[in-house]
């Protein structure tokens, strides 16, 4: 994940559009680029407001998913709209992270939020991983495919990257600024990178008085 790697990855768009027999078309890159930033621009908004507690956890989950889903500009309309109209109470109702692959399960947020805590953080690919910073836009190809390249490869760690030591970094600075107080991990059987480091990242937090509950799923399902 060095300057090395980022060059590596940059060149490796080039070589697959060439396996593809296609051609980067500058303009349409930079637009993409730039409508790809109004996005994660809407859906920070959105989050912010869900951390704040002024957005439900439910209501966030979906148009999260909406958001990856729906075609950008849908998106973007559909993520300023709701944001425009949500404004609720934030209430004080203690804090749990949880921590997944893709994402995690709709039906665990709402049943945790039933027993009396709020959602506040979520570790999984399109949760507090998934990258909401926006993306220089550069003035060649060259130039945008590395930006891409360095973003996604500076996005936080996950289990896949092997990289324990920051991934417990990602975790307790998570916990402090979101106020936590205990972890709900929730995993496909058979996952080996997110079990294997389980037992270290759990150990640690204990340690620091978080208490942490496993759960392994068997399917993939929302």
Not at 11 to 17: I, K, P, S, T, W
Not at 38 to 44: H, Y
Not at 167 to 193: H, M, N, T, W
Request: charged fraction near 30%.
């Amino acid at each position: 994940k060095d300057e090395a790697g980022a060059r590596r990855l940059a060149h490796l768009f080039r070589a697959l559009a060439d396996q593809l027999g296609r051609e980067f078309n500058p303009d349409a890159l930079e637009e993409a680029i730039v409508l790809g930033n109004e996005l994660r621009r809407a859906v920070k908004e959105a989050r912010d407001l869900w951390v704040s507690g002024l957005m439900d956890s439910l209501s966030f989950w979906d148009l999260r998913v909406k958001a990856l889903t729906y075609s950008p500009p849908e998106a973007i309309s559909l993520l300023r709209g709701a944001c425009a109209e949500s404004r609720r109470s934030p209430g004080s109702k203690p804090g749990i992270m949880l921590s997944g692959g893709v994402t995690v399960k709709r039906a665990l947020v709402e049943l945790v939020e039933g027993e009396g805590f709020r959602v506040v953080a979520e570790d999984s690919d399109i949760g507090d991983r998934f990258l909401l910073e926006e993306i220089p836009v550069g003035r060649s190809v060259e130039e945008n495919l590395l930006n891409l390249a360095r973003a996604y490869l500076g996005r936080p760690p996950s289990p896949r990257d092997l990289d324990p030591e920051r991934r417990l970094q990602f975790y307790r600075g998570l916990i402090e600024a979101r106020k936590a107080v205990g972890v709900i991990f929730s995993y496909y059987k058979f996952c080996d990178p997110a079990l294997a480091e389980y037992p270290f990242i759990a150990s640690h937090l204990k340690g620091r008085g978080i208490p942490c509950l496993l759960l392994e799923e068997e399917d993939e399902s929302l």
